[in-house]
């Protein structure tokens, strides 16, 4: 079974950069999508990018591109979202999310969460 594990949330000031990173067990990255999804309170959960190290593919929500990237540490078994010139906005609970499969680069690219079989406990980004 694949576990994930978020660390690096943190309160920052505007224009401040975060690294967040997941730890996965269970998952070679080679024949799944990999996702960042965030979700504010009262607000629905929304896709951040996804990352499908098989195809070399990535993509990232139009409000954060230009300023999340998504990389895979392969050998640390560690995915991370670098985050800069954060926002308000961007203050929300960072979710880790894994596909069982790699499907499409349709899921990929609508980073619909239902889609999503693995979740992480998530990790607090505030920023003001």
């Known amino acids: 079974d694949v576990q994930l594990v978020e660390s690096g949330g943190d309160s920052v000031q505007t224009g401040e950069s975060l690294r967040l990173a997941c730890v996965s067990t269970?998952?070679?990255?080679?024949?799944?999508?990999m996702a960042w999804f965030r979700q504010a309170p009262g607000k629905e959960r929304e896709g951040v990018g996804t990352?499908?190290?098989?195809?070399?593919?990535?993509f990232i929500v139009d409000s954060a591109k230009g300023r999340f990237a998504i990389s895979l540490d392969k050998d640390k078994n560690t995915l991370h979202l670098q985050m800069m010139d954060l926002k308000p906005d961007d203050t929300a609970t960072y979710y880790c999310?894994?596909?069982?499969?790699?499907?499409?680069?349709?899921?990929?690219?609508?980073?619909?969460?239902?889609?999503?079989?693995?979740w992480g406990q998530g990790t607090q980004v505030t920023v003001s």
């Open positions: 269970g998952n070679n990255y080679n024949n799944n999508i």
């Open positions: 990352f499908y190290s098989g195809g070399d593919r990535t």
């Open positions: 999310a894994a596909t069982r499969y790699y499907i499409s680069d349709a899921v990929c690219a609508r980073m619909y969460h239902p889609e999503f079989d693995y």
